[in-house]
C-alpha cells in the first residue's frame, strides 16, 4: 500500500503537467487563431520592403526591418549574423521566334544565368519534353541550339510535383551546355496559365562556358510546341543581360524568446527574408517569416522554460544561408531541442511529421490534440529535413520538424511576379501561426528530448 501510494504521488505531478501542457497548449493555439501579428508582420514586410533579392539595396532594408520588427514584438537578443554570398542581378531580357512564324515571348532569366552576346543571339530550337529526353542526347549533338524543355507540372496538394520537376530549372542549363548548346529555356516550373514566367535558380555546368537561361510561360512553352509540331525549323533570338557576383554581404537576423528555466536549450524555427526580384515574396517566403515570428511570439511572450529563436536566414534562392548558419553554429547544435523552417507558401498546414519515434511523448501529444482541429494529421513519416536552410543543422544531428503545407496554389505563384500580398488568406495565415504556435509551446514547456526518442525508437 504504502508502495502503490508512492508510486502514485510519484506520477501525480507529471501526470498534472501533461494535463496543464495540454490545456496551455489548447490556450495557445485559440489566442493564434484569433491573432493578428503574422499578417501585420508580412503586410509590413510586402508593403515597406517588397522584392529583396540577397545583394540588393532592398535586401539591406530589410535587413534593418527585421532587426526593427523583433524588437518591437518583445524580442531577446535581436542581431544580425553576416556571412559573404552569392547574388544574381538581372539586366534587361527579351526574347521572340524570328521564324517560322515570328512572334514575342514572356521570359524571365534564371538566377545564375549568363548574359546573351551584345545583340543577342539567335537559334535553332531543340525541344525535349522530359529531363531525360534531354540527357538522353550525346554530348556535341546541341551544338548551338536553344534547348526547349517543355514538361508541364501537375497540380499536387504536396509539393511532389515540384519535387519532381524542379531539376528541370535546375539542372537543365547545364545539361544543355554539356551538349553544345548556346541557351537553354525551361518551361516555367509552375502550375498557372498565366503568361508570367516563373524564375528560380540553376546551375552552369563545370568546363562548358556558362551560358543564358530563361523560364517561358506556361502559354508561351505551348506555342513553341505547336510551331515544332508544324515540321519546319523554329528559331528564336534571345536577349539576356545580368550580372553575377561571387559575394556579397548577406544577414541572418535573429531574435530570441529567451527560456525562463533552461535558456540554453533552444528551438530554431524560421523562414528566409530574401526573395525573387518579380514579385514582392509574400508566399515565397514573407509567410513563412511572418508565421514563425508571430508564433514564437505567441509561445514564449507569457515564459516558457527553454528559448525559442526565431531565423530571419537571408540568402536562401542561391543557397547560402543555411550552410551559413550551420557552420556558425556547429557547436551549439547539441543543445538545438527541435529545428524547422517555413517555407512552403502560405496554404494551410494539413500534415506534420514529427521527430522519430516522438508521436507517444505527453508533450508532443499536447500538441497533436491542440492541432487536430485544425485538420492537421500526423504522417505515419518522421520528419528527415524540414527546409534547406536548416539542412545543415539537421544532417550535424538536429531533430528536425516539419509541418506539410497545402501546395496546391503555392506554384500558381511561387518566383513569379504575382506573389504578392492579395494572393494571402488571413484565415490560412492564422491557421499556420496556430499549428506552429502550439508546438512551440508544447516544445519549450516540456522536457521532451528529441535525440533520446530518436534513439529508442525501433
Ligand atoms: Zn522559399
Given at each position: ?133 534531354l ?11 536553344i ?20 531539376r ?58 505547336r510551331?515544332v ?37 533552444v ?5 528566409h ?14 509567410a ?7 508564433a ?9 522554460r ?17 550552410e ?47 492541432v ?17 536552410d ?69
Amino acid at each position: 500500500m504504502r508502495i502503490l501510494l508512492a508510486a502514485l504521488l510519484a506520477l501525480a505531478p507529471t501526470a498534472a503537467h501533461a494535463q496543464n501542457l495540454t490545456e496551455s497548449t489548447a490556450a495557445v493555439r485559440d489566442r493564434a487563431l484569433a491573432d493578428r501579428t503574422a499578417w501585420e508582420v508580412l503586410e509590413s514586410l510586402t508593403t515597406e520592403i517588397g522584392a529583396r533579392p540577397t545583394g540588393s539595396p532592398a535586401m539591406t532594408r530589410a535587413r534593418d526591418w527585421g532587426v526593427a520588427k523583433l524588437q518591437a514584438l518583445g524580442f531577446s537578443n535581436v542581431h544580425v549574423e553576416e556571412f559573404p554570398a552569392e547574388a544574381w542581378v538581372r539586366g534587361p531580357e527579351s526574347a521572340e521566334i524570328t521564324t517560322p512564324y515570328p512572334q514575342k515571348l514572356a521570359i524571365l532569366g534564371l538566377g545564375r544565368s549568363a548574359s546573351t552576346p551584345k545583340g543577342g543571339l539567335e537559334g535553332e530550337v531543340a525541344l525535349f519534353t522530359t529531363f531525360e529526353q534531354l540527357t538522353a542526347q550525346p554530348p556535341g549533338s546541341l551544338k548551338g541550339k536553344i534547348v526547349v524543355l517543355s514538361q508541364p507540372m501537375p497540380r499536387t496538394q504536396d509539393a511532389s510535383s515540384y519535387g519532381a520537376l524542379s531539376r528541370n530549372r535546375v539542372q537543365g542549363t547545364a545539361e544543355a551546355a554539356r551538349r553544345g548548346a548556346a541557351a537553354f529555356l525551361v518551361r516555367s516550373i509552375s502550375t498557372d496559365d498565366t503568361r508570367l514566367p516563373h524564375t528560380g535558380s540553376t546551375r552552369q555546368a563545370e568546363g562548358p562556358a556558362p551560358i543564358p537561361a530563361a523560364a517561358l510561360s506556361p502559354p508561351d512553352a505551348e506555342l513553341i510546341e505547336r510551331m515544332v509540331a508544324r515540321g519546319s525549323p523554329v528559331r528564336i533570338r534571345l536577349n539576356l543581360a545580368s550580372q553575377s557576383l561571387a559575394k556579397v554581404p548577406a544577414w541572418n537576423v535573429v531574435g530570441e524568446m529567451v527560456g525562463s528555466e533552461r535558456p540554453d536549450e533552444v528551438i530554431v524555427v524560421g523562414g528566409h527574408l530574401d526573395s525573387w526580384d518579380a514579385g514582392t515574396g509574400a508566399v515565397d517566403d514573407g509567410a513563412g517569416v511572418a508565421v514563425t515570428t508571430a508564433a514564437a511570439k505567441l509561445a514564449g511572450q507569457r515564459g516558457a522554460r527553454r528559448t525559442i529563436r526565431v531565423v530571419m536566414w537571408g540568402a536562401e534562392e542561391l543557397d547560402d544561408s543555411g550552410e551559413a548558419y550551420a557552420a556558425a553554429h556547429k557547436d551549439e547544435v547539441g543543445k538545438m531541442v527541435v529545428v524547422s523552417e517555413s517555407d512552403a507558401g502560405s496554404g494551410r498546414i494539413w500534415s506534420v511529421r514529427l521527430p522519430k519515434g516522438s508521436a507517444g511523448h505527453p508533450s508532443v501529444q499536447a500538441f497533436v490534440q491542440a492541432v487536430a482541429p485544425l485538420k492537421v494529421i500526423v504522417s505515419r513519416e518522421p520528419a528527415k529535413g524540414a527546409g534547406s536552410d536548416v539542412a545543415g543543422l539537421v544532417a550535424a544531428g538536429a531533430p528536425a520538424v516539419g509541418f506539410s503545407q497545402d501546395t496546391s496554389r503555392y506554384f500558381d505563384l511561387h518566383h513569379s511576379a504575382d506573389d504578392t500580398l492579395d494572393k494571402v488568406d488571413p484565415a490560412d495565415l492564422a491557421q499556420m501561426t496556430a499549428v506552429w504556435a502550439s508546438f512551440l509551446h508544447a516544445a519549450a514547456n516540456s522536457d521532451v528530448d528529441f535525440r533520446a526518442l530518436a534513439a529508442a525508437a525501433p
